[in-house]
């Protein structure tokens, strides 16, 4: 089951490459992000990134929220947990 786990994330990181690769004038055009809040001093121009750049930010900032951060980290704090129980003392 393992070999068929990593055969699928392989293939799945494979796409992700191809897509990339395929899109690569797109995520290698760099913007300027502009902040307007309609009041006279506060203007705000983010420097010119990559559109790569940006998407990557969105992952990492949003992608706690989404549930994928639980699912990692939930497990090692689970394997933590039960370790603990089995040297004598609680965490609580």
């Known amino acids: ?3 068929i786990k990593y055969l699928l994330w392989l293939i799945i990181l494979g796409l992700f490459g191809i897509l990339i690769y395929q899109n ?3 995520f290698m055009t760099t913007v300027a992000l502009k902040f307007d809040l309609k009041i006279a ?3 705000w121009t983010i420097p010119e990134l990559q559109n790569i ?3 990557l930010w969105n992952f990492l900032s ?3 929220y989404s549930g994928w951060h639980q ?3 939930g497990k090692t704090q689970v ?3 039960n370790q603990n129980k089995r ?3 609680r965490l609580f």
């Open 1 to 3: 089951m393992k070999k």
């Open 24 to 26: 690569l004038d797109y």
């Open 41 to 43: 001093s506060w203007n």
């Open 53 to 55: 750049a940006c998407l």
């Open 62 to 64: 949003f992608g706690p």
């Open 71 to 73: 699912r990692i980290y």
């Open 79 to 81: 394997k933590k947990r």
């Open 87 to 89: 040297c004598g003392y």
